[in-house]
């Protein structure tokens, strides 16, 4: 049923009032399609990126947010990954190929990187039947200057380099996204929520400066009788360090010619840019020591827990990416029907899942542990074996004890 028949039904056997039927079409007709504001995005609609240059720049010269983002990059994908599949084994292998060819290993925590910085990271790709034969491009998210989509795919970006646009289709292109707000295929990018204390940290930093050069240089106010010219030209035209000299002075003035602005430098300003660092890496997620430095164990643990969830969190999104941008179409060329699915850390052994209790309950049914090593082992566990009584002559480290005859 179209829009126009349901808002029909709706009217149906109710008193119209023209009022509100003339907001509803100016409500309807306000529906921005180039910015796709409005109750329903049209196709094809058309989206800039925003604030890309600042959050660069704060990646770049900001140390707090350097070590942030690198850090929850690092957390989430610079432990490696590895795949798996359920019945293809020859898409396992594909996949495998295509990441160690073209060095994933680097490629994905790079992605992540502007991913969390920018909000997205598009990545041109080349797929070819053979691995080795296909190519990734990241694309600098600073370099685009408009995304269009239809509010579920990508469709065209332009790019602009050296002055020069490029024209990109949406099917060479796999697109990473983070922190996502409805359809909007930008994301949001981390450092956005921790800006305005960005701003304000380096605002005291900037303070501090004059401060210091002021502590360290004060204003001066020069008092004379005469003429000022002369011994104005003589502060302002000194090279630092060079005294003054000051003749024909009245007995007045040698005793007041200058007065200096003193300037405090003993406020408590690092106080405050701690707690402002501390709500910047509360903000960021940061797994940095410095966010949990005065933690007890127990808040340590909670902190732990919620930066774990926030590094699943990109990892899901890299996961997604990858297996849609990068395995699904090297499957499809292949004409196989199961794409790997992405698993990130290193590849489960079975070793990590082995106790001692089950490596026993093996060596005694495969007869690798006899009687008299159960006997020597429950011993040396302290443990009472009852009747059977036997006792090895000698345990290093321990008293000898007296050695008794085993059952027959």
Not at 3 to 29: C, M, N, Q, T
Not at 55 to 61: A, G, I, L, T
Not at 75 to 95: D, I, N, P
Not at 292 to 320: E, F, G, P, Y
Request: proline residues 5%.
């Amino acid at each position: 049923m179209s829009l126009r028949s349901r808002f029909a039904d709706g009217f149906r056997g109710r008193i119209i009032d023209p009022l509100r039927v003339r907001i509803l079409g100016e409500a309807l007709k306000s529906i921005d399609a180039s910015t796709g504001k409005g109750w329903f995005r049209k196709k094809g609609a058309a989206v800039r990126p925003k604030g890309l240059k600042g959050y660069y720049s704060w990646y770049e010269n900001e140390g707090v947010v350097f070590s942030s983002i690198n850090g929850l990059a690092e957390g989430a994908t610079g432990g490696g990954f590895h795949t798996t599949v359920e019945r293809v084994k020859k898409a396992k292998s594909l996949c495998d190929e295509l990441g160690k060819d073209h060095n994933f290993d680097m490629l994905l925590p790079n992605i992540t990187r502007n991913m969390l910085v920018a909000g997205f990271c598009p990545v041109e790709r080349q797929i070819n039947k053979m691995p080795s034969k296909c190519a990734f491009k990241i694309i600098h998210p600073l370099t685009i200057t408009e995304i269009q989509h239809d509010g579920f795919e990508i469709q065209r970006v332009i790019q602009e380099v050296d002055g020069k646009k490029i024209d990109l289709e949406g099917g060479e292109i796999a697109w990473f996204i983070n922190n996502q707000l409805g359809n909007d295929p930008r994301g949001i990018s981390e450092i956005k929520a921790v800006e305005q204390l960005l701003q304000i940290k380096q605002s005291i930093i900037d303070s501090i400066e004059d401060i210091v050069d002021r502590y360290i240089a004060p204003t001066i106010i020069w008092k004379s009788r005469r003429d000022i010219q002369a011994l104005k030209e003589a502060v302002q035209g000194r090279e630092p360090g060079q005294d003054i000299f000051l003749g024909k002075l009245t007995e007045e003035e040698m005793q007041n010619v200058a007065q200096v602005i003193e300037v405090r430098g003993d406020a408590k300003f690092w106080e405050y840019i701690a707690y402002v660092d501390q709500l910047i890496y509360v903000g960021l997620y940061a797994p940095n020591l410095y966010y949990w430095r005065d933690a007890t164990q127990a808040s340590a643990t909670v902190l732990r827990q919620m930066v774990d969830r926030k590094l699943r969190a990109i990892q899901r999104n890299v996961k997604r990416g990858v297996e849609r941008g990068f395995f699904e179409p090297l499957i499809q060329a292949n004409d196989l029907d199961e794409v790997p699915k992405v698993e990130f850390n290193m590849e489960k052994t079975g070793l990590d899942e082995m106790t001692l209790e089950n490596i026993m309950v093996a060596a005694i049914n495969l007869g690798l542990v006899g009687g008299k090593q159960l006997e020597k082992l429950f011993w040396l566990k302290g443990l009472d074996i009852g009747p059977l009584g036997y006792m090895p002559e000698e345990v290093p480290g321990s008293a000898k004890p007296t050695p008794q005859e085993p059952p027959k």
